[in-house]
Structures are given as C-alpha cells and as structure tokens.
C-alpha cells in the first residue's frame, strides 16, 4: 500500500476494528515498549514523538515513565484509534498533562525543526511509502543529539503467531499477489542490513538493530475456538478476510484451530514474537 491507502485503510472498517481491539493489544504488547525503553535508556528525553501511536497506550507509558515535566506527543492516521487514545487521556486528568495526540502523516507533517529529543516508535514506522524519505523528514524535527528507538517485526518465518494462520488460511484461500520485498507493511523492516542502510541515507548515524524475542499471548476465557478466531482476525489474515463469504471464512478458522491448538494451554494461547530493537542518533 501506499500512503493514501494506508490512510484510508486506518480510517475505514479495518481500523475500527483495531480500535475495538486495542485493549488486548496493548496489553500483550506492552513488554515491547517496555524493552525499547529499557534498551534505548530513554529515561532523559524531555520532548518526545511517538509515530504511529495507535490507541497510545505506549505514549502513555513513556509520559507516565519520563515524569511530568516530559512533553510527549503521540502521532497517527488513524482516527477511530486516536479517538481511543484521547479518550485514555481524559481518564488521566491532571496526569496526562504533557501529552498530546496528533491526527497526522508524520512522513510529511510539519513538527517544526529541533522540536524533539527522543523519536519513538512501537511498530508504527514500518508503513512509510518512501521510508528513507520519512525518517529523513522526521530527523529534521529532531534536537542534534536526539535519538530514534523503534521497534519492528522480524521476518515472517520468524512470528508463529503470524505464520502459521497465514499458513492455515492459504490451505483454503488462493494466494495473493506477493508484495515487493520490502514494500509497506509489517514485516517491511525484517533485514537488518536494510535498517541499516535506509536509515543512514537517511542521515542517521550508530545505527544498531538488536534482536528481542517476546511471547504473544492471547487470553482464552472464552475458550480456544474464540480465542483462536481473535488471532486469525488480527493480523495479516485478517485483511484477506475482509471481502470472503461467510463459508470460506468459516473454513479459514477451522484450519487455524487445527494448527494452533498444540499452543493452546491453561486458557492461553501463546506464541513466539520476533522483533526488532533499533536505536540511532540524530548526529
């Protein structure tokens, strides 16, 4: 996809249907913001933009991490997940003080120049249509000695939790066209050397992709169909879902339950997560 689509893909059904799920994905995703601080050392940033902020759960874990005298700005597409973010945000009062949220490209949007010392990011940067061209434009908007920590997916070989109801729905489902390698997406960033070299064309420097394992883990209280039903609808195979019928989806989740129930114990369903920690200076 580029840019527009993903704009328009963010704000249509599908990220709605994000929005309503982005309690669970916090939750199971907030071990990787908490490794991307610990490992950045983030703990001195005072002017902070989160790209790609989703329902900014991560924002508020770094404003509720760096204190109040922090200021952290949350920036994304997508406005059904904004609306969850702003709305966790009046639930904080006084407490969300430094932080915002942003409805923005931020591949284009003008943050001004030298605004920030820490760029962050949970999964949000590997969507950029032109990726050497956005963080070049973001590391405008940077202090000279700010940093850039994100987090990216490894390949897809390397996340079950992904692989195998991809696997299981193309038992059923013809294959889609194959993506141009590296084209926007989830796993846009998998290689490391290509981190490497879009980011110092883009005028980064120490760049330095550390790898980090995490466990996926989906509640089953309402048992292992459901619960498989939840992950088969969460990622890339949602989208192929999106214009089936009804039978063919049914066919889809019955090949999932068949390939994820050796992962399925004491009411979760759990399966490994391969991702990246990257880390860059502005200068």
């Not at 931020?106 to 760029?119: C, I, M, N, P, T």
């Not at 394992?213 to 890339?236: C, H, K």
Request: aromatic share 8%; charged share 20%; glycine share 8%.
């Amino acid at each position: 996809m580029n840019n527009d689509e993903q704009i328009a893909y963010w704000n249509g059904d599908a990220g709605r249907k994000w929005a309503q799920r982005d309690a669970m994905m916090s939750r199971m995703l907030a071990p990787v913001a908490e490794a991307l601080m610990d490992h950045a050392q983030v703990d001195d940033a005072t002017a902070v933009l989160d790209v790609g902020c989703g329902g900014g759960s991560e924002t508020l874990m770094l404003a509720k991490r760096l204190g109040p005298s922090a200021c952290v700005l949350g920036v994304d597409v997508s406005a059904p997940l904004l609306e969850v973010a702003r709305s966790e945000l009046l639930n904080l009062g006084d407490a969300g003080k430094g932080v915002g949220f942003l409805e923005a490209d931020a591949s284009s949007h003008d943050f001004g120049e030298q605004q920030f010392d820490l760029l962050f990011s949970r999964f949000g940067v590997m969507f950029f249509d032109d990726a050497t061209g956005a963080f070049k434009h973001l590391r405008k908007a940077m202090q000279p000695q700010g940093q850039l920590a994100f987090a990216c997916w490894q390949s897809l070989a390397n996340n079950p939790w992904t692989a195998l109801p991809l696997k299981a729905a193309l038992s059923v489902l013809p294959a889609p066209p194959t993506p141009k390698p590296r084209s926007p997406g989830p796993f846009a960033f998998a290689e490391p050397e290509y981190i490497q070299s879009l980011l110092t064309d883009a005028g980064w420097r120490d760049v330095v992709a550390t790898p980090h394992t995490i466990s996926m883990e989906w509640e089953g209280s309402d048992g292992f169909e459901a619960t498989a039903r939840e992950l088969v609808n969460t990622g890339p195979v949602g989208r192929l879902l999106a214009d089936v019928d009804s039978r063919t989806r049914d066919a889809v989740h019955a090949a999932a339950t068949e390939v994820l129930a050796p992962y399925f114990n004491n009411n979760r369903l759990s399966l490994a997560g391969a991702v990246w920690l990257v880390t860059a200076n502005n200068s």
